[in-house]
């Protein structure tokens, strides 16, 4: 229900690291290609299910911006079977609670049940996945919450554009160059058909993975999963099903060439008309593709200095740097450049521009790793009548230290010994082990990276951040954004 | 035949593929045991009351200390809590504040400190080290002098900053009245923090920081006997006096609607918060039974009452919330929300009602079911940390709630039912007794007097404190004009000061200005000439960005984006009487009788200063502050109406030097909205070349 914003209180702790006490799980693949991962543990009587559809603000339209997070919305809206309004009710109701979050790559929906209700999880993510209610009326209500969302959690909030801003600037080829946010305008401009054509394309099993971490039966869940979700037709047959609900009769006979009647959607092995069999056969069998987006790991040209006028108090400086996709091996290395930068009070950052020098209140660096990109990003709040110039030179001198000298052992261990902790804090919660198992499964191909990550880090060297620091931190090709107070 | 009826389901099984029936929403297994697994508490020979939740899931230990002593009055140092809490952090007598830091960072830990608390989350293969880290700074915080002005410089900042947070000021307004004379209505100001010495700081911390009465809350991987060895090598030796436990009176409010203002020129939204002061500290036996009431009433979510009628039906607002505050000295009420200034008094009106439909009507079914479920849900799925667990033992022991009482927390919350809650609505909340604050634009101010119970709205500062209103003057408008111009001019008689300007044929002020919003420094130049003209310009790497020119035919503005603007006829009059070398000489002519006015004395940071207003049109005005005893200007306040928005410019003169016999400020600092800028003079020139052509 909420856009996952990148916002400050989000920077904090913002480093996707994940476990090293071994995370037991399993998983399998059903024959419509949804990808199952379960995860059992009984020390809490509590179960997180969820589902994460490979669809992100990346996949969307050019015109038609805003869409994968607008859905994330539209699919609490009501199914088949369950009212409007009731989705969200009927979590609550029985203990549980339930949210869901867009970002440029990925939706991800969840529920945190009492562990005797996971059938009920099993059946509400089913609901979504087979025949949510992509309709009007709903479409109507979630416009508006959406620009209540946007007003509230981006134009109010201080800095918040700044993912846009930099984003823009670094990707003005990628899809990356818009938020999932996207433009109230193009969601103003879409019509019914525009949403159900979004449904049809992403919405589908074998583009979806189901994961379920806590207190659960184990070969009981597989039994229900196979009822709720084996159920859901494959390939094209999952919009053959939908549009049989949603169609007229010529409508449908004029795009299947065959009559409602003749199909057979809900139990297509009780189909009794041969074309409708076929047809059912044929569309089961067709898979459904989806567009994907390709990676945009070139570096900047120059740099692009710009000054953004916005509704806060204290100016700040941004630097974005481009850096290669989250898969990258050099990933690893940027995180731990980070750490030594802007990690814990003792870092590099903070001490210079906060504490030595006194002229940021707030610094520090991150990198934003994606699925098709990223950037590395330095920022500074100023502190009283500090320039924008000094902080800029501070930082400078900063990137220069690190690309000229190895850091120090020291350093090293250090920031190791916080990735450990990081690592193991990390899959405290079941809900946080079903999204990172999902996470590892469909970005990096393996749900068992959860149980590599601290041997990942240790693999960097202090020759590969020194490295990291000089290929990718290149001043002559970086954004620089200036933020200022806009005037009354 | 037992065997046959399975075969027939297996079967059946095999078959339900497709045959779901998905109209049917599943039913729930049986509940689940719901456990508290249990935790141990033991005392220390110095003191400290330790609690211990075991849990080896993940190898990691936190500890949590909390020290003894309640909130005790600060008075007219009122922050040294706050200050003294961000500096035990700096160092030790052992370390400077980079070793700690970089001590705490090796191990990947996490230590930090409070006025009341210390805690540390470590790996369990560093609970040596992390334990010496925070027994360090428990036990011998250093509190170095340059730490200690960065801090209270932290602060100041925050605190001008205030000013433009709306629901900062609120906050601080709502303790305030809710808590007079009590240590939870003490709101720190630039006063209090400069009263406040390194020294005080120290004490605090030495009567502060002892083991009497201090709770330890361990969580994590470690054991009983494990966790007692460590406690006696960190802290078994740690000494100090008795906890400070002050007994305050809950307040009983008992005036009537009070509704008190906080200015906020320029704003679109008011923030308002009505609260009341209840007789309910944390350990209260009717606590559960007043959440409950409270998450009907506007705890969160969107089924609230509150945010049913504020926002679904009325759509007043984002958000309107209420919140049940019990602490260990008192508690209290609060109901917040942003309203657009149109619907401001609606709000209020609507909150008052809904407070008291929870006085008039009993709370519905549904509601109470659905409140109920959420409550267990969140109960249930809390005990997933084990810091909950910790937590409950911690409330049962220092507040004195039953023994049992987490264990039987879902059956006392099923138990609960509409009838407590009408009963615990009529002891907690009596009907029009609240205290109302508006923080926004004074064009609300005219529709909040009718909420007030004897109509009076009480105004206050940024700070909560009451803002006094200005005393009539012991002086006339000319009398205050002729002492400020004697002072300028450094003469004894008008007639001197006439004779002394006389002489001035042009005053050239270049000065240089400097901004937090601005990357590049800027030059500002500012010429008077006997003939008439006035004009200023501003240059940034010697271009000019803007200038200003009158000369009592023509007038404009112009800048580098806009181009040239001439004046209006209001600008043209405003420029006129702003033209002279000091414009006070002119303000005193009858001419100007009408446009100037005495406003008053007015108290500022213990200071007193003559106001006078000059206002050449409805939508210009600006007032003057003359300091009481010297008559130097401290301040100008300008505000220009746009519409509907209100402006405010203020201008700050300090720096007074003389120049040729003529007073001039050295510095000034301008604030406008969100900009400040700072002027610093670098050179007067008086009677120089000047080339006007360069101001056109």
Redesign the interface.
Known sequence: MKYWLAGFSALVGFFPVYAQ?KINYIEYDLPNGIHVILHEEH????VAVSVLYHVGSKNENPTRTGFAHFFEHLLFEGS??IERGEYS??V??????LNANTSQDRTYYYE?????????G??LE??RM?HAKVENVGIETQRSVVK?EK??RVDNQPYASFISEMFQRAFPKHPYRWVPIGSMEHLDAAQEKDYVQFYQDFYVPANATLSIAG?IPLEQTK?WIE??F??IPSGQAINLYRNQLALSDDAFKTKYGVAKTEVNT?????GTNKAGNELYAKLSATPTVIPRTTKDNDPLKQTIEDTIYDN????AVFMGYKIPDQKHPDAYALEFMNEILS?????RIN?NLV?KQ?IA?YASSFNYGLEDGGMNIFLAL????????SLKSAFDAQIEAIKNELITE?EY??VL??????V??A????AGIAESLADNHVYFGSAARVNQMLDLYRKVTRADIQRVAKTYLNNNARVIL?Y????? | MKFLLSFVLLGA?GL?????D??I??????????QIKPTETWTTANGITVILSENH????VSFDLTLGSGATMEGEKAGLSELAGSLVMSGTSNRS??QL??E??????SLSASASNVYLS??TK?LDQGLSLMADVTKNASFPEDEFK?IA??LR?GMV?LK?EASGMAGNATVKVNFPKHPYGEVMTFTTLDAITLSDVKEFYRSHYTPQGAYLVIVGDINRAQAEKMINTYFGTWQGPKPIITEYKDPVKSNGNQVYFVNKP?AVQSVIQVSFPIPMRMGNQDQLAMSVLNDVFGGSGFGTRLMQNLREDKAFT?GCYSGLNNQDLGGWISISGNFRNAVTDSAIQEIISELNRLLNETITTPEL??TK??K???F??S???PQTIARFAYNISKYKFPEDYYRNYLQRLESIDAAELSRVAKTYIKPNNYNIVVVGNESVLEKIKAFDSDGKVTKLDEFGDVKLDRTPADMGVNDVLEKYVLAMTQSTTLAQAQKKIGKVKNVLQKASL????????LKSFDLYTSTGVRAERIEFNGTVAQNKYYDGMTGFEKNMQTGKTPFDDNKMKAAKLEKALIPEMDWMKTENATVVSMMGIEQENKKEYYVIRVSTDPQNESLHYYEKGTFLKWKTVKTVVNKE?S?NAITEYSDYRAVKGLMFPYQSVLN????TF?QKIDEILVNGKVNVAEFQ
């Open positions: 006490n020390a809490t009587p509590i088949q079977n009710k009927l609550e109701k029985n203990g549980g609670t945190i049940l009492p562990s005797n209700q996971l059938e009920l099993l059946w089913s609901e087979l209540e007003r509230q207190d039994k009822l709720y084996g159920s809900k139990n297509p092995k009780l806060i108090q204290l100016p990690g814990g009070n003792s870092s001490k504490e006194q209140t100023a502190k009283d009548q500090a320039s924008m110039g020291e261990q250090s010994n916080k990735f450990e902790k990081q193991i804090e899959n405290s919660s079941v200036y200022l107070p806009k005037e009354k | 099984l339900v593929h497709g045959q779901l998905r109209s929403m599943p039913q729930p297994a049986p509940a689940p045991q719901i899931k993940l190898p990691k504040k980079d830091d970089k705490i960072d090796f191990l990947g830990a470590v790996l560093h960065r410089d932290q900042s900053s433009s320029g984002y079911e659905l479920a959420v267990n849900g969140s249930a799925r005990l997933e940390r400097s901004s937090d919003k601005i990357p590049f420094p928005e402006f406008a909205g969100s900009m700072t």
